[in-house]
């Protein structure tokens, strides 16, 4: 029996042990966005051990954002979102690496910044940003967790570049950006954990992670759907 420590309870996961502990505390995963989905992503992979977790974000904290980014107080209004989500995350877990990146994505820098992850998780609500997200993913092969959120609707979509669909692959029609996008805390809790069980699954190995199939969310109705997506010649994931 493992000495009782922090991660005792997860380590009693017969898919996890410690050798899956050993290999998250391995790991580096870039978070792009630390917003809606951001806050509970980054906050369950600190908790959970992911050794290295790059925060990308060039935002600061405003009022409009404290209805679901549970990472930031009033007090921290106009403060850098990631340096503020980085200190709030090392109270929780010291022993990890936390590295804010305050820095724009461009088609300059992408590549640079998200070099060396194992996994990418994109948290962004503009689809531009995660376009730039998505193709440094596919040039640089790495494993791709998309997620986004529009008010009680959400989605999450698996990403192995070169193997399975990219959002892209779908998005032929519906590629306008229409910012702010309504959002619920509770929604993208929810879509947030899902992306952090799939990024964690993705770090151990698993079989389980459904790449290239749609999980839907219809908060409404209370229902997830499951959407093979298929690879479209003519994407950019495939030139
Ligand atoms: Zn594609």
Request: with cysteine.
């Amino acid at each position: 029996m493992a000495a009782e420590n922090r991660y005792s309870r997860q380590l009693l996961i017969s898919q996890l042990g410690e050798a899956g502990q050993e290999k998250l505390a391995r790991s580096c995963v870039t978070v792009v966005g630390c917003g809606g989905l951001g806050s509970p992503v980054l906050t369950y992979l600190t908790l959970a051990g992911v050794g290295h977790i790059r925060l990308v974000d060039c935002d600061t904290v405003s009022e409009t954002n404290l209805n679901r980014q549970f990472l930031y107080r009033e007090q921290d209004i106009d403060q850098s979102k990631s340096r503020q989500a980085a200190l709030f995350l090392k109270e929780r877990n010291s022993k990890i690496r936390l590295e804010p990146i305050e820095a724009v994505l461009t088609e300059e820098n992408a590549e640079q910044i998200l070099q060396g992850s194992d996994v990418v998780v994109d948290c962004v609500d503009r689809i531009s940003v995660r376009r730039l997200v998505g193709h440094a993913c596919q040039k640089l092969e790495i494993s791709l967790i998309e997620g986004g959120i529009h008010g009680f609707y959400g989605y999450v979509l698996p990403v192995q570049p070169g193997k399975s669909a990219c959002l892209e692959c779908l998005e032929t029609n519906r590629a306008k950006e229409n910012l702010p996008v309504p959002a619920l805390g509770a929604v993208a809790g929810l879509i947030g954990s899902i992306q952090a069980v799939e990024c964690m699954k993705v770090l151990l190995n698993l079989d389980g992670v459904h790449f290239g199939t749609l999980l839907q969310y219809d908060g409404i109705y209370g229902e997830f759907e499951e959407i093979p997506v298929k690879i479209r010649p003519d994407c950019s994931c495939q030139k």
